[in-house]
């Protein structure tokens, strides 16, 4: 077991490593050069920033040299100050970190609330014409993407005077009740697409196990209906479904940016959007090399979790 | 890890690869021998055996062609008539006017094509080099199917969004930053999908009997294992077909695809959301399309597998 956590956690830093290498060679592919994407226009006027610049990454000494101080600040977390605000990326990073981790966290919530409870019921009675909605249901989620759906949502809240904020952020401190409120419609949108693959999952995983010899025997022996599902199929049956939501965590990622742009929510998506499209080169590198470090360890946590849950699995 | 994840969907493996529920003994003998009897599949036993697989083709069809003959039929997407701005659907503006008074049917039809061409095309080429890398590692073995591996893990550690990001960073935002993040982020999956067949096949009678009558590599390949691994590919490019219209029109929506005035069916969404109170069908038309296409192909991807797959038949 100690080995395979070893091995496992080796390869995700193997892996972070290689992705900050790609973007430091996609920084010196920038058109423009290395200087003018780390400084802005702001360089042309200033010798002392271009000095200071060249000084901090070693942009005068041989290129391995270079890769060694950009690494170097990139491990101790500093990547920087933005382009367009001159304020430090790192700081930014982590004030907008919170955001993303709510709406992602209550996304995945929302979608084991809807998607596992639907499952199981569709597993119970599979088949069946609620079965067969149920499944219909899924595949109308998993087929609308969340930038649709949301945008939908928007139009449904907006016509029918829900009164519910269709943009913007409230801070929960500045008014809880209205940060719920402003974070309800984003929740939503990721979250539902997610439950469509929870739901799927669940269902094939719980139908398998009711076909396990272990079940028959559990019934076999007289035991009560409702005690076979809960201590005999669900144990085993949702063990899928954990790893399912650790292993769409890229979805996750992706999905809000998409979400965080459409509800303007200052999540990290939409900074990181801002620098690429601002061509602020700091802030794009510095949320690539986040989100690609995000999804390589919770991809491990899965594996690790997975390793965890399932007995049968040694190593 | 599969079509989803890599396409900008959440990662689903019930309808990808992983079978569902096993059927009890019985129905698994039942469905045997029909399938031994059953004559060899025509369109219209097709449609005759799965009517929903049958209105996605023909939804998707009629997509085609309104993507095909559309523009020529219609008006320019790009003209501007001030007398039609945010006008209300009409016998001369069936889907009403845009913000600029531009008809919105054009811009549909227009934006369909850029967007189903777009997906066609990326898909398309993802097929043909991440089928061709898994045929030669498969049969090559070794250090090739090593390095096939290795490069195909690296793409897959890589969320689409920010595959994208990082493309656009590099290429600024545009067409061949779409197509390149489609097809870098579905080759591996096409690579896995024809590598393991390609290593079955090597070693069956007739494929030694092949290489042993003198018969070159290439012929081997292209004559022996890829008319058996047509089928699996066929699914997988359905999968990576609606893969690639959500990620089209999310980068596009996310204003880091196809720039305006053109239109695509994110970037006429992208549009219509800014004006969806005042004139709904700027937004409804291309949200509504979008996901009738997306939902065809899956659909029809699903119908079509089940079709091929007996251990996902109900009946």
């Known amino acids: 077991m100690f080995r395979y956590v070893a091995q496992r956690a080796m390869t995700a830093a193997l892996t972070i490593f290689g992705v900050a290498t790609v973007v430091f060679v996609m920084m010196r592919l920038v058109p423009g050069g290395i200087i003018e994407a780390l400084s802005g226009p702001a360089s042309l006027q200033s010798p002392e920033l271009v000095e200071r610049l060249e000084e901090k990454y070693g942009l005068d000494k041989p290129l391995i040299v270079q890769y060694g101080l950009w690494l170097g600040n990139a491990l101790r977390g500093d990547f920087g100050e933005s382009l367009g605000t001159r304020s430090s990326v790192t700081t930014e990073l982590i004030r907008r970190g919170g955001v993303t981790l709510e709406l992602t966290i209550l996304a995945t919530l929302v979608s084991l609330l809807v998607g596992v409870p639907a499952g199981v019921f569709a597993a119970l009675r599979r088949f069946s014409p609620t079965d067969g909605a149920i499944r219909i249901g899924a595949l109308v989620f998993l087929s609308i993407p969340e930038f649709v759906l949301g945008t939908l949502l928007i139009y449904v809240v907006s016509t029918q005077g829900l009164g519910l904020p269709v943009s913007g952020y409230v801070a929960a401190g500045d008014d809880l009740g209205g940060h719920v409120r402003s974070m309800l419609l984003p929740v939503l949108s990721l979250g539902l697409v997610i439950a469509a693959v929870v739901m799927r999952v669940t269902r094939s995983s719980v139908v398998e196990v009711l076909g396990e010899p272990y079940v028959v025997t559990a019934r076999a022996k007289g035991l009560a209906a409702r005690s076979v599902t809960w201590r005999h199929v669900m144990r085993t049956a949702l063990i899928p479904t954990v790893t399912i939501v650790a292993i769409n965590t890229g979805y996750l990622l992706s999905g809000a940016v998409i979400v965080e742009r459409l509800f303007s929510l200052p999540g990290l998506g939409r900074y990181a959007l801002e620098g690429i499209l601002g061509r602020d080169y700091p802030i794009a590198q510095a949320t690539v090399i986040v989100g690609a470090a995000t999804f390589v360890l919770a991809n491990l946590a899965a594996d690790l979790f997975y390793a965890y849950l399932d007995p049968r699995i040694t190593y | ?315």
């Open chain 2, 1 to 315: 890890m599969t079509a989803g994840k890599a396409a900008g969907r959440p990662a689903d493996p019930i309808a990808r690869d992983a079978p569902a529920a096993p059927p009890t003994g019985r129905r698994r003998t039942l469905q045997l021998e029909e399938r031994a009897v059953r004559p060899r599949g025509s369109v219209w036993s097709f449609a005759r055996r799965s009517p929903i697989g049958a209105v996605s083709a023909l939804t998707l069809l009629a997509a085609l062609a309104a993507a095909l003959i559309g523009p020529w039929l219609g008006g320019d997407p790009l003209a501007t008539d001030p007398l039609a701005v945010f006008a209300s659907p009409s016998a001369e503006y069936p889907m009403g006017g845009d913000y600029l008074g531009r008809s919105v049917l054009d811009r549909l039809l227009a934006g369909l094509r850029v967007s189903l061409a777009l997906a066609v095309v990326a898909a398309l080429l993802s097929a043909v080099i991440g089928a061709f890398l898994g045929l030669v590692a498969g049969y090559a073995g070794g250090g090739v199917d090593e390095a096939v591996g290795r490069l195909t893990d690296v793409l897959f550690a890589f969320p689409t969004l920010l595959l994208a990001l990082l493309v656009a960073m590099v290429l600024g935002p545009g067409i061949t930053g779409i197509i390149v993040t489609i097809v870098a982020s579905t080759i591996p999956i096409f690579a896995r999908v024809a590598r393991g067949p390609t290593l079955s096949v090597r070693g069956t009678e007739y494929a030694i009997a092949a290489r042993v009558g003198g018969a070159s590599p290439a012929r081997v390949l292209f004559r022996h294992v890829l008319p058996n691994i047509t089928t699996p590919l066929l699914i997988q490019l359905a999968f990576t077909l609606s893969g690639a219209l959500i990620a089209e029109s999310g980068l596009s929506f996310l204003g880091l695809g196809v720039q305006p005035p053109r239109p695509s069916l994110g970037s006429l969404l992208n549009d219509g959301r800014t004006y969806m109170e005042l004139a709904p069908w700027t937004m409804l038309a291309p949200a509504l399309t979008l996901a009738a296409a997306i939902l065809a192909i899956n659909l029809l991807g699903d119908e079509l597998q089940a079709l091929i797959d007996p251990r996902l038949r109900r009946r």
